[in-house]
């Protein structure tokens, strides 16, 4: 079972995760990390930038690899999330842009049409993270729906990094960073699978506000099914859920969660 930690804002838990991140960087500097996109994790990476300036850590080694990405736009578009990750990660923590990687990058704007490439840039994005020696903690977001990465429901809790056909409803929430014009959205992403994200070392799930209980609670308390993808972490050795008390207002066991981590041992990390 993941433990489930309630904050009471998103600052808490980004100070939970820099602090976490940052300690492990220090022991492993070549430490590779997983980066998600959203609003979810944008305290955490900027309580990790805060705390590598405070505490000078070296991360020129530190490697990244995105969850995600559209297929159709180039790179430099602003919305593409290697623009996003290198806004939002790259550029506050001082990493090195060569040692961040989004599925996308072999795609760089290629057409849907050219299956032939695209159809193998999943494969070999697993292959690089692999490569790199597999990735120590995995930072995510969650959907209204339960979804991690694009892996919406009904996607296979085995599943590697492939294409995948974005909904209409993620297309119509997503189009707020287009000019709210739903046309501009892709029709089409890659993304990590809930096989691959399964094999990081450590997940860390963020998730806040009343519109995330009910996704949070399938995801802790409920069966584990490709209805809900993010139930998966609770077969993971090393999941970490953060939530404020909004996302948590639908859990059963909330008063336990409390308890548990209220008598952590101070050796504990998350």
């Known amino acids: 079972m993941a433990e489930v930690i309630i904050v009471k804002n998103q600052e808490e838990a980004g100070e939970l995760y820099g602090r976490s991140v940052a300690d492990l960087i220090k022991a492993k500097p070549n430490a590779v990390l997983g980066l998600a996109t959203g609003s979810s994790p944008l305290a955490a990476y900027q309580a990790l930038a805060e705390i590598v300036k405070e505490e000078s850590i070296d991360v020129s080694q530190v490697q990244g690899f995105a969850l995600d990405e ?12 290697h623009a996003t990750i290198h806004r939002t990660v790259v550029e506050p923590l001082g990493l090195d842009p060569a040692k961040v990687h989004v599925p996308g990058d072999v795609l760089n704007g290629t057409s849907l049409e050219d299956g032939e490439k695209v159809a193998g840039a999943g494969a070999a994005y697993d292959a690089a ?4 020696g597999g990735i120590d903690v995995q930072i995510l977001g969650i959907g209204t729906d339960g979804h991690v990465g694009f892996n919406e429901p009904g996607s296979s809790l085995a599943s590697g990094t492939r294409v995948k056909t974005l909904t ?13 014009d739903i046309n501009q959205v892709p029709t089409h992403c890659i993304t990590q699978g ?60 909330k008063d336990y969660y409390r308890y548990s981590f209220e008598h952590k041992p101070a050796w504990q990390t998350i």
């Open 70 to 81: 559209y297929i159709g736009l180039p790179l430099t578009h602003p919305e593409s999330y």
């Open 129 to 132: 993270i692999e490569a790199a």
């Open 168 to 180: 209409e409803r993620t297309r119509i929430d997503n189009a707020r960073f287009f000019d709210n």
């Open 194 to 253: 809930i096989g691959t994200i399964m094999k990081a070392r450590h997940l860390v799930l963020l998730a806040f506000g009343a519109g995330k209980a009910e996704a949070v609670a399938e995801t802790v308390e409920g069966g584990i099914s490709s209805f809900c993808p993010a139930s998966a972490l609770q077969m993971h050795p090393h999941a970490t859920i953060i939530v404020d008390e909004e996302a948590a207002s639908r859990l059963r066991n």
